[in-house]
């Protein structure tokens, strides 16, 4: 699946907050590299290095166009092409910092535990994920594609994330190897312009999927038909503007030393 730098930063102000908030649960990193893992264009790269002046960092994705933007906004940092599925670091890390990627790797709670083994004693682990699926803005997808007029479009779609595992089973995994883990959830409420600007956001993450699925001369009917489906979910507030609630999952797990 191709992702879209300019697409995911329509909305930067709203995106980097929880990178921001994650990122405020990190004490001074142990010795080694300061990894932002699925580092898309950059942004949380950039807090990264503001946070911890003088320390080396580095940003590792898997798209080139997300790579390309973040090259460009920080020229200064190494960013790396690799596939966090089977990436480790190459000597111990001080940080590995993940906001909103992991969501997207199966198993991810077995890559997260093998990537402990990557931190240096008193190294970090610092997750964010998006914990949404039940929203209307992510239900509506699946209820568009399954309706009669997409239904055999959709037949054998299969590319819809899988739901987070409970809570319980980061403190239990991450546990065998940290001194310490912390999970917590976080709703952020975003006051959005329009119906349109929910689409708009989701086009740069959660949708992609379902457009990227359509032959190209059928994504804007689809997109129209969820348009309308948002529009009677989510009805005006009093200035105009409508809300969207957006439920993340925020772990960070400290190794032992």
Same mark, same amino acid.
């Given at each position: ?33 300061? +990894? ?133 089973? +980061? ?16 709703? +952020? ?36 038909? +969820? ?31």
């Amino acid at each position: 699946m191709v992702w879209s730098a300019a697409q995911y930063l329509k909305f930067e102000a709203e995106r980097t907050r929880p990178a921001r908030d994650l990122l405020a649960q990190v004490d001074t990193p142990a010795d080694g590299l300061l +990894y932002d893992l699925g580092c898309g264009p950059g942004n949380s790269t950039e807090l990264i290095a503001k946070r911890f002046p003088g320390r080396t960092v580095a940003g590792i994705d898997s798209d080139e166009d997300m790579l390309a933007a973040a090259r460009r906004r920080l020229p200064d940092i190494i960013f790396q092409k690799a596939d966090l599925e089977r990436w480790v670091p190459e000597a111990p890390a001080g940080l590995l910092y993940a906001n909103a990627v992991f969501q997207w790797v199966p198993e991810h709670l077995n890559v997260l535990d093998r990537l402990m083994v990557g931190l240096s004693p008193g190294g970090t682990l610092a997750v964010q994920m998006p914990d949404n699926l039940d929203a209307d803005s992510h239900m509506l997808m699946e209820e568009v594609a399954r309706s009669p007029r997409w239904e055999k479009a959709f037949r054998d779609f299969a590319i819809r994330r899988a739901p987070l595992p409970p809570p319980s089973a +980061y403190l239990e995994t991450l546990g065998r190897t940290a001194a310490r883990v912390d999970v917590w959830h976080t709703t +952020y409420y975003h006051a959005l312009d329009n119906a349109e600007a929910i689409v708009e956001w989701v086009r740069g993450t959660g949708l992609r999927p379902y457009l990227a699925h359509l032959p190209a001369e059928q994504r804007d009917a689809y997109r129209a038909d +969820y348009l309308e489906s948002i529009t009677a979910a989510f009805p005006a507030m009093a200035d105009d503007r409508v809300l969207l609630p957006f439920k993340r999952l925020f772990v960070i797990a400290v190794k032992t030393r």
